[in-house]
C-alpha cells in the first residue's frame, strides 16, 4: 500500500523559496505504475494542481506556476521534492502529494488520485 508524508516548514517569509518534501513508502519512485503529484488548496478556496513528476523522472508543471515551480526527485530516499520561488502571501495553503496511476493535466477531481497525503500547511507571512 502507497503511503505519502508531506514535510516542510510550517511558515515561510515573502520573496524566499519553498521547499517541501513528499517521502513514499509502499512503492519505488521510479515505478512506471505512478505519476506523483502536487496539490494545494488556498484557505477558502478549491484545489489547484500544481505539477507532478512521473517514474522516469519527467516532470510537467502548471502554466500558471512553471516560472517559480520545480519538482525533483531523490531516488536514494524515494522522496520527492517541490521547490516554489519567490512566494507571496498568496502561496498560503495546505499543500499536498498525491499518486495517481495516470497523468491528466491539471486534475483537481479527488477520486482522479489513488493515495494523498495528509497534507501539510504553508503560511507565507513576514
Known amino acids: 500500500q502507497v503511503q505519502l508524508q508531506e514535510s516542510g516548514p510550517g511558515l515561510v517569509k515573502p520573496s524566499q523559496t519553498l521547499s517541501l518534501t513528499c517521502t513514499v513508502s509502499g512503492a519505488s519512485i521510479r515505478t512506471e505504475t505512478y505519476f506523483w503529484n502536487w496539490l494545494r488548496q488556498p484557505p477558502g478556496k478549491g484545489l489547484e494542481w500544481m505539477g507532478v513528476i512521473s517514474g522516469s523522472g519527467g516532470a510537467w508543471y502548471s502554466p500558471s506556476l512553471k516560472n517559480r515551480l520545480s519538482i525533483s526527485r531523490d531516488t536514494s530516499k524515494n522522496q520527492v521534492t517541490l521547490q516554489l520561488l519567490s512566494v507571496t502571501p498568496e502561496d498560503t495553503a495546505v499543500y499536498y502529494c498525491?499518486?495517481?496511476?495516470?497523468?491528466?493535466?491539471?486534475?483537481?477531481?479527488?477520486?482522479?488520485?489513488?493515495?494523498w497525503g495528509q497534507g501539510t500547511q504553508v503560511t507565507v507571512s513576514s
Open positions: 498525491a499518486a495517481a496511476k495516470t497523468f491528466i493535466m491539471s486534475s483537481t477531481t479527488k477520486d482522479h488520485y489513488d493515495t
